[in-house]
């Protein structure tokens, strides 16, 4: 059977962006031979936190990286997971770090989809309302509350939910530092909860997701949070979350605790030291970010460094643990 030169074409195109495309979601390849399309069939997104330094210590290297993966992936929007603007968040939505460490890193035409974003403590330093006041005139940025719940459909009949939390008013010891006590003072912890609580046990969706800036365990820096060990664990478990995303230690990690799977994306700029614990799949001090691929029975997680090499790889089964 003769193919014309377009065919041909066509058909190394698409070869050569499924190569590409597996680099950033290894497995998504075998999945797109079976259903004949690239391997961004699935629902895919870039998910990472703690970056904005001016495009200074690995920040910009990470942008770039983060743009061939946007690119080969077709992802869906990316999740920025808290410490936005280092060292003391923003002073107003014209504050010059939007164009420093923002728009003038993250320019490439790959990164233009929606951020949906959240706070961590080193933006508590300074005015989180202007992040919110930012998001109502510039689309790109999404962060219609500092907690939030957002409904995706990846497949006919197969929702995921995505809960974005704002984890910094629940850890009782920004209560009394310095830089953080009077902003965190200004927010209602059981008013979150009870919405996280309330917000859990009413969704239907086959996968829920949980975003916050501060771990609940980790070999970090920072190591564990013991305010989500006690008020945000317990839920997790009880309505079968498989995911929950975070940053605040500077580094990539992949925890599992019970059919809970732990990642740990806070390496878009500078990084820190980490170590293995009882809960460890994966650990490294690498300055990186995260590639998820959401499909119907499963999620392919990828953990890349800012020279573009993967560093680690897992599948997470809709109903069980990384494998």
Known sequence: MKHTRREFVRTLFVATQAAVAARFLPGGLFAAEEAGTLPGSGFNFI???????????????????????????GARFIVSVGDNFYEDGVASADDPQWKTSFENVYRDPALQIPWQVILGNHDYH????????????????NMPARYFLQTHHIDTG???????????PMVTSYWSSGKTSA?????????????FKDALAASQARWKIVIGHHPIYSGGEHGDTPELIEN???????????AWFNGHDHDLQHLVAGNLNLFCSGAGS???????????????SRSGFTTVSLQPDRM????????????YSTTVPAGAVAG
Request: charged letters at 20%; hydrophobic letters at 40%; a negative charge.
């Open 270 to 284: 500078q990084v820190r030291p980490t170590k293995d614990t009882v809960h460890t799949k994966f650990a490294q």
């Open 126 to 141: 300074g005015n989180c309302d202007a992040q919110l006041e930012y998001a109502r005139n510039h689309p790109r940025w």
């Open 47 to 73: 998910i990472f936190g703690d970056w904005g330094r001016n495009g200074e210590s690995d920040q910009s290297e990470v942008a770039a990286q983060m743009a061939l993966a946007a690119k080969a992936t």
């Open 183 to 195: 902003h965190v003072a200004t927010q209602d912890v059981k008013k979150q909860l009870g919405w």
């Open 232 to 242: 945000i664990l317990p839920l997790l478990h009880e309505h079968k979350v498989q």
């Open 300 to 311: 392919l997680v990828s953990m890349t460094d800012n020279h573009g090499q993967i560093l």
């Open 158 to 168: 197969v929702a995921a939910d995505f809960f974005y939390l704002d984890t910094t």
